[in-house]
C-alpha cells in the first residue's frame, strides 16, 4: 500500500510540475484576438500557439496565466467568441496543406485549466465568427458566410452559405441581418432571417488609397493599354508584388493609370510631380461591431468607417475617423455610445495604443481619451470597466476605462 501511495504522489507531483512549466515557458505567439468570461478569465488565441487562458487577480491589477490549448495540426488560431461553456475559435490551415480542415473549432472550457477541443469543422478557413443565439456565423475568406447550427454541441453542423463579392474577414451579426467585414470590398449586409437560405443584399463601400512604392520616371512609357508590359511585371515583381496573368492597364489620362484585376480596378499609378507613384485602392475593411442602426468598422489605414446600416438595402458610409498619418484602426468594441478603438501606429507612439470616441453623433466621432502603450493591436473586447486588448507580441494589455477620458494602462499577461 505505501508503495501504491508513493507512486500515485510522484505521478501528481510530476503533472503539477509538467503543467507548471507549460505554462510558465509556453512560447509567446501572436495575439489576434481576446475574449472574457463573466467570473473573469480572458482567452488570448494566438495563432500556431493556440489559445491561452488567463485569470484576473481579485485586485483586477494582474493576469495569471492558467492554462494552454495548443491548436490542432496545421491549424492557425485567429478569432475567438464565448458562449456559456464553450470557446468559439474561427482558425486558418498554418500553410498549404488542401487536407487541413477547420474554420470552427469549439473548445469546452467550462475547466479554464483544461480545456478541450470538443469539435473542428471540415470547412476551409475561418478568418472570424459572432456567435448569436443558436448559431455561429463565420467569415470564410472568399467563400463569404457560413452559417453553424451550435444548440446541441454534439451535433454541430453547417447549416447555409452566402458568397460576398470579397474576402470575409469578419462578422456581426443583430436582428435579421449579418455584417460583413469584406476587406478589399469594404461592408456586406446579409439577409440571416432564414439561416438556412442567407441572401446577400447590398454593400458599402469607401475609397482608400495606400501608397505602395515608386517606379521611376522612366516607366512611364510602359504604360500604354491593354496587356501589362514585362517592365512593369518586373517593377512590380521587385517591390515585393506580384500581377496575375490577365490583368491589364487602363490610362485615364497622361497623370493616372488603373490595373485591372478581373476588370476591377484595385492598383492605380499615379503621375506626382517627378515620380510614378503605386497604390493600393482598398477599403481594407477588417473587424466589424454594431450599435443599433450603426456599424462600425476598423478598416487598417483607412481609419474607423462608420455606416448607416438603418436600410439594409443601401448601407450609407456617413463619417471616418482617423488620429493620424501612419495610423491603423485594427480592432474595436463599442458600449452605450462609446467605441474602443486598438489603434496602431509604427511611427508615432503616442498614437499607438487604446483610443476612446464618444459616438453619441455618428456622423461626427470625437477622440475623448487615449492610452498609449507599446506592441502592435489588434482585437478588443470590454469586461466590465476594463478593456482588453490584444497587444500581438506582447500577449494581453488590460486597460482601466472606468474614466472614458483617462484610460490607465493596467497590466499585461504574456
Request: charged letters at 20%; a negative charge.
Amino acid at each position: 500500500m505505501t508503495n501504491k501511495w508513493t507512486i500515485l504522489v510522484t505521478i501528481f507531483v510530476i503533472s503539477v510540475v509538467i503543467l507548471f512549466v507549460t505554462i510558465i515557458k509556453s512560447p509567446a505567439g501572436y495575439t489576434f484576438d481576446v475574449a472574457s468570461s463573466d467570473d473573469g478569465y480572458v482567452f488570448a488565441v494566438e495563432g500556431d500557439r493556440g489559445m491561452k487562458i488567463f485569470q484576473l487577480d481579485s485586485n483586477r491589477s494582474r493576469l495569471d496565466m492558467v492554462s494552454v490549448l495548443y491548436p490542432p495540426k496545421g491549424l492557425y488560431f485567429r478569432n475567438i467568441k464565448l458562449a456559456g461553456n464553450y470557446a468559439f475559435v474561427a482558425s486558418l490551415p498554418n500553410g498549404n496543406d488542401p487536407f487541413v480542415k477547420g474554420e470552427l473549432a469549439i473548445i469546452n472550457i467550462s475547466n479554464p485549466y483544461y480545456p478541450m477541443v470538443s469539435y473542428i469543422s471540415d470547412m476551409g478557413s475561418g478568418f472570424g465568427l459572432f456567435i448569436k443565439d443558436s448559431y455561429a456565423y463565420v467569415a470564410a475568406g472568399t467563400e463569404g458566410l457560413h452559417i453553424y447550427e451550435i444548440g446541441d454541441s454534439s451535433a454541430v453542423r453547417i447549416v447555409g452559405k452566402c458568397e460576398t463579392p470579397g474576402t470575409a474577414w469578419d462578422v456581426w451579426s443583430s436582428g435579421n441581418y449579418a455584417y460583413i467585414a469584406d476587406n478589399e470590398n469594404g461592408l456586406a449586409v446579409v439577409d440571416v432571417s432564414n439561416p438556412v437560405l442567407p441572401k446577400y443584399l447590398g454593400q458599402a463601400i469607401w475609397s482608400g488609397m495606400i501608397y505602395l512604392f515608386s517606379m521611376g520616371p522612366e516607366s512611364g512609357k510602359y504604360l500604354i493599354n491593354g496587356t501589362i508590359e514585362k517592365h512593369i511585371l518586373n517593377k512590380f515583381h521587385q517591390n515585393g508584388f506580384s500581377l496575375e496573368n490577365g490583368d491589364t492597364i487602363v490610362k485615364n489620362n497622361d497623370s493616372y493609370w488603373a490595373i485591372m484585376e478581373n476588370s476591377t480596378k484595385r492598383i492605380s499609378i499615379q503621375k506626382e510631380s517627378n515620380e510614378l507613384n503605386v497604390y493600393l485602392e482598398d477599403p481594407c475593411a477588417e473587424i466589424v461591431r454594431g450599435e443599433g442602426n450603426y456599424v462600425y468598422v476598423a478598416a487598417g489605414p483607412q481609419g474607423l468607417i462608420v455606416i448607416d446600416v438603418s436600410n439594409p438595402f443601401r448601407p450609407e458610409v456617413i463619417s471616418q475617423f482617423r488620429s493620424g498619418n501612419n495610423a491603423c484602426a485594427e480592432g474595436l468594441a463599442i458600449r452605450d455610445n462609446i467605441l474602443y478603438l486598438a489603434n496602431g501606429n509604427h511611427e508615432d507612439s503616442k498614437d499607438n495604443g487604446l483610443l476612446v470616441i464618444d459616438m453619441s453623433n455618428p456622423s461626427n466621432p470625437k477622440l475623448i481619451g487615449k492610452c498609449p502603450f507599446s506592441g502592435w493591436v489588434e482585437g478588443v473586447t470590454l469586461f466590465e470597466d476594463m478593456a482588453i486588448v490584444a497587444n500581438t507580441d506582447r500577449g494581453v494589455a488590460i486597460i482601466d476605462v472606468s474614466d472614458v477620458r483617462d484610460p490607465l494602462f493596467v497590466c499585461r499577461g504574456s
